[in-house]
Every structure is written in structure tokens, then in C-alpha cells.
């Protein structure tokens, strides 16, 4: 193998770890516009992710709404915990 062998499979290795790298960034980048405009297409989503919150490497609360209903989900442990339904604090009611 002589120094040009060499200097070709160095630099063919050089541009293929440029275009992977090159893909993760656009990936990166632009996947998320991507996605929300094939979603938007489709219709409305019943269902929502509206915020989570994690609380430690085991648990994780998450805000879902479902129509015009929010529900407070916690997710860990090998179980799902659900807020109850019927239970509506208003804002004067908190002490």
C-alpha cells in the first residue's frame, strides 16, 4: 500500500464522516418544521403533549390535553398515575 492508497482512503473516510455529519445537522435543524408541517396536513390532533416536567431519572409528570380537557399525567416506575377526573380548583379556591 503505497502513500496514495493511503491519502485516498483517508479522505474518502474524511467525506463520508462529513456528509453523516452534515445530515445530523440538518436533521437537527429542519426535521422539526418538517414534521409539523406533515402533521399539520393531516388535521387537527385530538390529543396533546402540553408540557412535562421531569422529576427524577424514574419519574416524569406530563401535561396531556385531549379535546378541551387537560389532564396531568405521572410516568415512572414500571406505572401510570392519573389525576382524577372531577377535580377542578379554581384560581380563588388555592390557599
Do not use: C, H, S
Not at 452534515?22 to 396536513?41: C, D, I, K, M, S
Not at 421531569?54 to 416506575?77: F, H, K, Q, S
Request: proline residues 3%; glycine residues 8%; aromatic residues 6%.
Amino acid at each position: 500500500m503505497n502513500f496514495l492508497d493511503l491519502f485516498r482512503a483517508v479522505f474518502g473516510l474524511a467525506i463520508t464522516l462529513g456528509l453523516i455529519g452534515l445530515a445530523a445537522w440538518a436533521t437537527r435543524r429542519y426535521a422539526p418544521q418538517v414534521l409539523a408541517r406533515f402533521q399539520a396536513e393531516r388535521g387537527a390532533r385530538r390529543l396533546q403533549v402540553i408540557e412535562t416536567l421531569v422529576l427524577d431519572p424514574a419519574r416524569r409528570l406530563v401535561l396531556v390535553r385531549v379535546d378541551a380537557e387537560e389532564r396531568l399525567i405521572l410516568l415512572g416506575e414500571g406505572r401510570e398515575l392519573i389525576e382524577p377526573r372531577g377535580v377542578a380548583v379554581e384560581a380563588g379556591d388555592v390557599k
